[in-house]
C-alpha cells in the first residue's frame, strides 16, 4: 500500500501463525495507535521504504515507529521517523526475540527526551544497520537519543561498537518543519542537511523518493523519505 495518510491506527502484518508479505512505501503516518509499522508471526517479511511516521507520545504505554516481532523480518529503507514518545520504551525501531530489521538510509529523530532509537531486549535480534542518521546523540537534558539494548542503554558510539551503523550520520537533520511534521511536505531536507548525500545506493530495492522524483538527485543518494 502506498499514498495513503493514515492517522490514528498502526499498520501491521502477521498475526498468530499466519505468515504474511507485506510492501508499504510513500505513506505519511502520524497519531498511529502505539505502532507505526508492526510485522510478527513466523515466515511474515515486510518492506518498507520512504514512509514519513511520527509516533505520538503515550507516556507509560508506548509504541514504536516500525517493530518486527514474533521471528518475522522486515527491511526498512529511507523512511523518515519522528519519535515523540516520553518513555524510555518508546523507540523508533524495535525488534522483539527472535525477529529482524535491517535499516539503511533511515533518520531517527528523538523529538523528547527518553524516547530511544532502538529498542531490544533479546540476544538473538538481528539489526543490521548503516547509513541512517540519528538525532540526537543522548540528550544531555534527558535520556532521549539512546539506544536500549538488553535493559542497558548506550550512545552512537556504543552503537557501532557492537557492530552496527558504522557509516551512520549524527546530526540535526533539518527537516523543513522541524519536530512539527503535520504534512508531508515538513519533512523535506533542509538545503545544509547532513542527510543530503550521505545514503547508500539501494536502487536494487527501488529507484524513486516519496514524491516519486528519481534517486539520487545528486551525486549520492539522501538519507530520509524526502
Same mark, same amino acid.
Given at each position: 500500500f502506498n499514498k495513503a495518510g493514515i492517522s490514528g491506527a498502526a499498520v501491521g502484518a502477521g498475526a498468530g501463525a499466519n505468515a504474511t508479505r507485506y510492501v508499504a512505501h510513500a505513506n505519511f503516518v502520524t497519531g498511529a495507535r502505539k505502532y507505526g509499522f508492526i510485522i510478527k508471526a513466523l515466515g511474515s517479511t515486510g518492506l518498507v521504504y520512504n514512509n514519513i511516521?511520527?509516533?505520538?507520545?503515550f507516556g507509560m504505554s508506548p509504541g514504536a515507529g516500525l517493530s518486527a516481532r514474533e521471528n518475522a523480518l522486515m527491511e526498512a529503507y529511507n523512511n523518515t521517523v519522528i519519535n +515523540?514518545?516520553? @518513555?524510555?520504551?518508546?523507540?523508533?525501531? !524495535?525488534v522483539a526475540s527472535g525477529a529482524g530489521i535491517t535499516a539503511r538510509n533511515n533518520i531517527s529523530i528523538c523529538?523528547?527526551?527518553?524516547?530511544?532509537?532502538?529498542?531490544?531486549?533479546?540476544?538473538?535480534?538481528?539489526?543490521?544497520s548503516d547509513h541512517n542518521l540519528y538525532w540526537p546523540d543522548d540528550d544531555p537534558l534527558g535520556l532521549g537519543g539512546r539506544f536500549g539494548l538488553q535493559g542497558?542503554?548506550?550512545?552512537?558510539?556504543?552503537?557501532?561498537? +557492537?557492530?552496527? @551503523?558504522?557509516?551512520?550520520?549524527?546530526? !540535526?537533520?533539518?527537516?523543513?518543519?522541524?519536530?512539527?511534521?503535520?504534512?508531508?511536505?515538513d519533512a523535506r531536507l533542509g538545503v545544509t542537511s547532513p542527510a543530503i548525500g550521505s545514503g547508500e545506493d539501494l536502487s536494487a530495492h527501488f529507484v524513486v523518493d516519496f514524491a516519486g522524483v528519481t534517486r539520487p538527485v545528486g551525486l549520492a543518494w539522501d538519507i530520509g523519505a524526502l
Open positions: 511516521i511520527v509516533v505520538p507520545s +515523540l514518545n516520553t @518513555d524510555d520504551d518508546g523507540p523508533s525501531f !524495535h523529538a523528547s527526551n527518553e524516547s530511544l532509537h532502538w529498542q531490544t531486549s533479546s540476544t538473538s535480534a538481528q539489526m543490521p542497558s542503554t548506550t550512545t552512537v558510539t556504543g552503537w557501532q561498537a +557492537l557492530g552496527h @551503523d558504522p557509516n551512520a550520520v549524527v546530526g !540535526h537533520p533539518l527537516l523543513l518543519g522541524g519536530t512539527m511534521i503535520s504534512r508531508p511536505d
